[in-house]
């Protein structure tokens, strides 16, 4: 007799009815969120274990926005170093460790390798990453090494060999953004948070010259789209990463002031490309590529991210476009690290974020072009005067102490009552595995093993062990559906799965299956042009 598999608790449905009617009710909540990326997630789950009665609203997908784009380096920052930020590198190597520590299902250390080919190289990068590794104390992750050529040539397989003179290992982290996003609002909405996505805060609600809560629009095309709802909070904090200046500017307006930008975006692309050109557990680290960046490639799911660039932009599209010159500059920086270098025919999607970067405080807005790769990756919290709370800045890695600085801020402030100390350092989310129990690394390509305790639960639903992509089960649809708030083939397609970042062409020919199976969890027909237009972007470069 087999033994039935243990299921830890059930998970919570996400029935968009359930939501929408929690959302009509009358109250005041102590905190309302606009923004369901890291930031605003991370705000929303330290507030829920504080015992406050938290709302986030979320316009599009949880991740949407830029929290589902990055490198997935869960790191202190090399380059932050090397500029001499060390505060906000020791709060980030912090911050790793409690990462890696409460999400090891999702999150997991990394090492990396520094191939050196000048003499000066490996002494110089390694006495910084020794520095590293003193400023990490307890929360290194392992040593650095000095290496050889011929164990650099091990450890990374297919590096440029000639005059190669060997390297230097360091540790990091990696993870999967979106699913770690994931993560987070639904250990929110297990301390009771209320969380909806496809819910756009279309404005403030002021009273008294005080913003007393948000207005919102239901922007899901299936149900009772564009309805509006007034959601009243004591507090309101704006976490919508390059898009906080939209709701500063309504709540200065309102309030009769101007009101100048904060968020001078920057955009970072990556492509990816098969494991042959880069096979091996190790990430690269190039150290200073010809414009004076850093350039990785990284082992992810299976495939290898290559990335990523620092372009100001002076809008903030929803789905930015990529431009040639830095395709152009990471497939050559790239065949100057590699073996054989990827060609433009190899790159399997190309994907494109938006940092949240904070304009020095006397910057008029018209930072020069090669600016943003020197503004700082600190985060920052500003307060109105009609107490709306805007934080922005910071990096994935630092969404929990960011929170807790937010959160603090707001108490200190008076819009929140003074509540239970922030606990979120030790909280594992949904899912974590219980400690020491062996993880699989992110490096290796995706599976049930990403649902940490939750794997049993996607198992016993109908469809487990039928493939509608490579490693994506009708079953785990039929979760997304049912516990993760996906409501889009997008959203199973791009943050529930990642198949739209690692192989674009492949996740348009799963949409049809996919759309069926949510089709048949939601009672109604879900659409695919949207998305098949989306895959088509991200499979093709400038
Ligand atoms: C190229 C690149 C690489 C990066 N790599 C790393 C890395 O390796 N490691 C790391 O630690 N960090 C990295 N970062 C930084 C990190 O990704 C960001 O700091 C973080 O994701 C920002 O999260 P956020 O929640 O502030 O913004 P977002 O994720 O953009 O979230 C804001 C949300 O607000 C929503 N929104 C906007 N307006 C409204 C409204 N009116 N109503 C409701 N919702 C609204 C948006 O839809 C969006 O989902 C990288 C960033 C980029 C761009």
């Known amino acids: 007799m087999t033994s039935a598999p243990t299921l830890h608790p059930t998970p919570l449905a996400t029935h968009r009815r359930d939501?929408?009617?929690?959302?009509?009710?009358?109250?005041?909540?102590?905190?309302?969120?606009?923004?369901?990326?890291a930031t605003g997630l991370g705000v929303a789950l330290d507030a829920a274990l504080r015992g406050l009665r938290v709302v986030l609203l979320e316009s599009h997908d949880f991740a949407k926005g830029t929290s589902s784009r990055a490198t997935k380096l869960v790191h202190g920052g090399v380059r932050y170093l090397a500029q001499g930020n060390i505060g906000l590198v020791r709060e980030a190597l912090h911050e790793r460790t409690n990462l890696l520590h409460n999400a090891p299902h999702l999150a997991q250390p990394l090492p990396f390798v520094m191939p050196g080919y000048r003499w000066w190289e490996s002494p110089f990068y390694g006495a910084g990453l020794k520095a590293y590794d003193l400023l990490a104390g307890d929360a290194a992750l392992g040593p650095t090494e000095f290496l050889n050529t011929a164990r650099t040539r091990t450890l990374l397989p297919t590096v440029n060999p000639q005059h190669l003179r060997g390297g230097v290992k360091y540790w990091d982290g990696q993870f999967d953004d979106a699913r770690l996003a994931l993560a987070l609002a639904r250990s929110a909405a297990a301390q009771g948070a209320l969380l909806v996505n496809y819910c756009e805060a279309s404005g403030l609600l002021h009273e008294g010259g005080k913003v007393v809560g948000v207005r919102a629009r239901n922007n899901d095309d299936s149900s009772d789209s564009g309805q509006v709802f007034e959601v009243r909070a004591h507090c309101v904090v704006n976490a919508?990463?390059?898009?906080?200046?939209?709701?500063?500017?309504?709540?200065?307006a309102a309030c009769g002031r101007n009101t100048a930008s904060m968020v001078a975006p920057s955009q970072g692309i990556h492509l990816v490309v098969d494991k042959e050109f880069f096979p091996g557990d190790h990430a690269l680290l190039v150290p200073k590529t010809a414009d004076g960046r850093v350039l990785f490639a990284v082992p992810w799911l299976g495939k290898v991210i290559l990335g990523t660039t620092d372009t100001p932009r002076h809008d903030a599209a929803r789905e930015p476009e990529p431009f040639g010159n830095e395709v152009a500059f990471i497939l050559g920086e790239a065949?100057?690290?590699?073996?054989?270098?990827?060609?433009?025919?190899?790159?399997?999607s190309i994907w494109v974020g938006l940092r949240p970067l904070v304009k020095p405080p006397q910057d008029d807005g018209a930072h020069a072009d090669t600016e943003t790769k020197a503004i700082s990756r600190e985060h920052t919290v500003r307060i109105s005067k009609s107490g709306l709370v805007t934080v922005t800045g910071g990096k994935w890695t630092t969404y929990r102490s960011m929170a807790e600085d937010v959160l603090n801020k707001c108490v200190a402030a008076r819009l929140l009552p003074e509540v239970a100390p922030c606990s979120t350092a030790q909280h594992r989310l949904i899912g974590a595995p219980t400690a020491g129990a062996a993880a699989t690394s992110v490096s290796a390509p995706p599976g049930i093993h990403q649902y940490g305790t939750e794997g049993p639960w996607v198992e016993q639903l109908p469809g487990s062990s039928h493939l509608l992509a490579p490693n994506l089960s009708e079953a785990m649809v039929r979760f997304a559906v049912r516990y993760e708030y996906a409501r889009t083939v997008e959203d199973v397609l791009a943050r529930r799965n990642r198949l739209l970042f690692l192989n674009a062409h492949a996740a348009a020919q799963a949409a049809p299956a996919v759309a069926e199976v949510m089709a048949h969890e939601l009672g109604h027909r879900v659409p695919i042009g949207g998305f098949l237009t989306l895959a088509r972007r991200y499979g093709t470069l400038p």
């Open 240 to 252: 919508t990463g390059v898009w906080v200046d939209a709701l500063r500017q309504q709540d200065g």
């Open 19 to 37: 939501l929408l009617a929690r959302l009509r009710q009358p109250q005041t909540y102590d905190l309302a969120i606009v923004g369901g990326g």
């Open 335 to 348: 065949a100057r690290y590699l073996q054989r270098a990827p060609g433009r025919n190899d790159v399997r």
